[in-house]
């Protein structure tokens, strides 16, 4: 179902389902999205999800301890995980790669990363030819380490 997000709009309730975040509006909407499309509380604890504010205005959702936020606007938006892409492939290829440390060395948050794996964003020519390098470099780095 497609919406239109009016700025007055604000969320009342949020929750957790089948492995999606759903909202409801002051405007009667129910809107949900997949959690793929938020690596950060994909990868959250129940009690982590739960410990969810509304912000004062109600057109903003904050977790503080897993440092999350998300606007209204993100459920108007057309995000659908993809899991046939090329970083996904690499991964796949790759299941023992820690996420969070070719993050760190490709120099990105793990949650853009991961939004990449998923295929809800893309990444650039020039931030795909750095993902490609950082695992080229491991590559490397594995071959000296077990040679010697």
Partial sequence: MSFSWKS??????VWFENERIY???DKGN??????????TLKDATPDQRNAVVIEPWGDAM???EIDEDIHISTF?????????NEVAALFNQFPQLNVSEVARLIGIHKSLLAQYIYGVKTPSQDRMKKIKSV???LGLDLAEATAS
């Fill in 30 to 39: 129910t809107m949900s999205l997949d959690l793929e499309v938020f690596p």
């Fill in 8 to 13: 007055d709009e604000k969320i009342l309730k």
């Fill in 62 to 64: 904050r977790w503080e």
């Fill in 23 to 25: 909202i409801h509006t």
């Fill in 135 to 137: 695992l080229h470099q």
């Fill in 76 to 84: 108007y938006e057309d995000l659908k995980p993809n899991h046939d």
